[in-house]
Structure formats: C-alpha cells, structure tokens
C-alpha cells in the first residue's frame, strides 16, 4: 500500500487523521450467540492477536471484560440489556439514530489517557445481509476492525477479507500487513498527525515475507 493510501485507512470523511491500537491486554466476551458461534468468535480475535502479537487476557483488572460483541435481531433488543446504558452514555438516542440510518452494524471504542484503545463494544444486527455470512467470515471481520481505530469510510468500499476459490475468506493481505506493523514496538499507541502514515507505510514495507 502507499503512503497515502494508509493514511485513508485512518482519516475520516472530512481527512482529519487519527491512529490509536490497543494500549491493554484484550479481554473478549460475545453476547447473543451460542457456544460454537462463541467460539468462532474468540477463535477470530485470537487469529488477530496472535497476527499482531498483542496480547489477550480473561479480565480486564478495570472493566473486567474489555472487548464486547453484541449480536442481536433488532436495535431495540439493546436498551433492555442489563446495565448496558451505563457503558453506552444515552443508549436510548443511538439506537433510534441507527435504527433510523438502517445500520447493521457499530463500534463504540473508549481510550485512556495517551489515546490508545482501552475498550470497544461491537453491536451487529443479525438481519438482513450479515444474517447470510458465515459465522467464520463474520467473526474474522468483525475482530479486524477492532484491533485499530480505523477511519469511518475505510471499508466502506471494500471488506477487509478477500475470498479464495475454494469459497473461504481471509484477511487481505494489505491489511494483515497494516495491523503487523502498527503494533511495531517502537510506533506509538496513538496518533493524530497524518505524517504518522509515513512511518506505518516503512513499517509496512521492512515487515518479513514469506
């Protein structure tokens, strides 16, 4: 990928920049699903974990569990969840707003005090077109898209997954490399400066091969 092209990654609509990883060790849990879907799941954020060679943990010593998955049918399924307002500050006009815009999915992340991630909750609508994925292929894109703060649009156009010819989905390559080299030791959690695409790109660039 060029330089530019990884800056799009993380700019949104208006090109302001802004990088930020996972500062703690992941804690995942998944709601609404059962056990053989839970385990795809936890199976899906362990593939990135171990891709990008940033830890997981059970519990969070701060929130217990630090990476939630919510899968449901319906928006409204949501603000009958136990005590989950309490970690969605005004529940009750999100899903309104996203029942209006006809979303099926959304990611609410939390930092700490450098910027880097110290927690996401992912909400996906089972109904309609990700009712028909495979659980594999979910799960897979699902997990890739939390362990960065990507731009709004930057799989707007195009899954993070490519499809093989034997039907399977993968992590495209371009992408596996982009979560590779931003978790470098060396790069910092967070960013907000869009030269930081010129440092991911040699990042990017020096990752081995084969």
């Known amino acids: 990928m060029t330089p530019d092209e990884i800056e799009a990654l993380f700019s949104d609509a208006a090109g302001n920049f802004r990088f930020a990883r996972w500062g703690r060790p992941i804690a995942p849990i998944v709601f609404g699903v059962d056990d053989a ?9 362990e593939a990135l974990s171990a891709l990008t060679q940033h830890p997981l943990t059970e519990t969070d010593t701060e929130l217990g569990s630090n990476l939630m998955f919510f899968l449901f049918r319906d928006w409204a399924e949501l603000v009958d969840l136990p005590n989950l307002d309490k970690l969605v500050p005004e529940l009750g ?3 309104t707003r996203l029942e209006a815009q006809g979303a099926n999915q959304y990611r609410l992340f939390r930092f700490d005090e450098q910027g880097a991630i110290k927690a996401a909750f992912v909400f ?3 109904d309609g077109p990700l009712a028909d994925w495979p659980a594999e292929s979910l799960a897979l894109a699902e997990a890739s898209q939390v362990f960065l703060l990507w731009g709004e649009q930057a799989f707007s156009a195009r899954s993070p997954l490519a499809r093989l010819p034997n039907g399977a989905d993968i992590l495209r390559p371009e992408i596996g490399d982009v979560l590779r080299a931003a978790y470098a030791p060396e790069l910092p959690q967070a960013d907000e400066d869009s030269a930081f695409a010129l440092r991911l790109f040699a990042r990017v660039s020096a990752l081995p091969r084969g």
């Open 124 to 126: 996906i609508r089972m």
């Open 37 to 45: 879907t839970l385990n795809v799941f936890k199976g899906a954020v």
């Open 93 to 95: 006009a999100l899903v």
